[in-house]
């Protein structure tokens, strides 16, 4: 059984940072792109950041470039999300996400999520 | 700023069809595969349908999905109270190599 679980969330100033992490198992982590998705009270997800299996690529949305870094880990089965310079507007909670296929230039959709960890950007 | 716009909400009686539509572009639906994900509150988005018309392990029959062009689309049968829940659909951006999320769909059982 595939199993995603995030921790890292919690409450922070405007300017300040979060490292999210997602540890998986139950599959070949290192055949799948991994994906981060957030979503506001009463939103839309909103896809935030996606790394091919290998690594090698990294995506993202464009108003996240520059102040998130996506990686991931494939001897320890984690991705990690690093976020700098939050804002109010990051405020969500943050999923961990698996492709459902192993492309490598880009991502298909998402089979197993994790049960979410909440991000709060406050004074 | 999701570019997958779907109808704000579509209602049915139970045992009846609801279908959900969803309009891209060239450079999102009419390049990529789609995705349809059911939500409820509190939870975690699941996948309904994937490359347009499949369906994972454990997903009824009673959801269908299709594509045309720049459009998918989602056919829910047989409506059950349980079915009542944020639908999303999702697919790659190509132009700008990212993934979008559609405006999302209520689903409301009479």
């Known amino acids: 059984e595939v199993q995603l679980v995030e921790s890292g969330g919690g409450l922070v100033q405007p300017g300040g940072s979060l490292k999210l992490s997602c540890a998986a198992s139950?599959?070949?982590?290192?055949?799948?792109?991994m994906t981060w998705v957030r979503q506001a009270p009463g939103k839309a997800p909103e896809w935030v950041s996606g790394?091919?299996?290998?690594?090698?690529?990294?995506f993202y949305t464009d108003s996240v470039k520059g102040r998130f870094t996506v990686s991931r880990d494939n001897s320890k089965n984690r991705v990690s999300l690093q976020m700098n310079s939050l804002r109010a507007e990051d405020t969500a909670i943050y999923y961990c996400?698996?492709?459902?296929?192993?492309?490598?230039?880009?991502?298909?959709?998402?089979?197993?999520w994790g049960q979410g960890t909440l991000v709060t950007v406050s004074s | 700023q999701s570019v997958l716009t779907q109808p704000p909400s579509v209602s049915a009686a139970p045992g009846q069809k609801v279908t959900i539509s969803c309009s891209g572009s060239?450079?999102?639906?009419?390049?990529?595969?789609v995705s349809w994900y059911q939500q409820f509150p509190g939870t975690a988005p699941k996948l309904l349908t994937y490359?347009?018309?499949k369906r994972p392990s454990g997903i009824p029959d009673r959801f269908s999905g299709s594509k045309s062009g720049t459009s998918a689309t989602l056919g829910i049968t047989g409506l059950q109270t349980g079915d009542e829940a944020d639908y999303y659909c999702?697919?790659?951006?190509?132009?700008?190599?990212?993934?979008?999320f559609g405006t999302g769909t209520k689903v409301t059982v009479l």
């Open positions: 996400a698996k492709d459902y296929r192993r492309a490598v230039t880009d991502l298909g959709g998402f089979d197993s």
């Open positions: 139950g599959f070949n982590f290192t055949k799948y792109p």
């Open positions: 790394i091919t299996a290998s690594g090698a690529s990294t």
């Open positions: 999702g697919a790659w951006e190509t132009s700008v190599s990212l993934y979008v």
């Open positions: 060239r450079s999102n639906i009419g390049l990529n595969p």
């Open positions: 490359d347009n018309d």
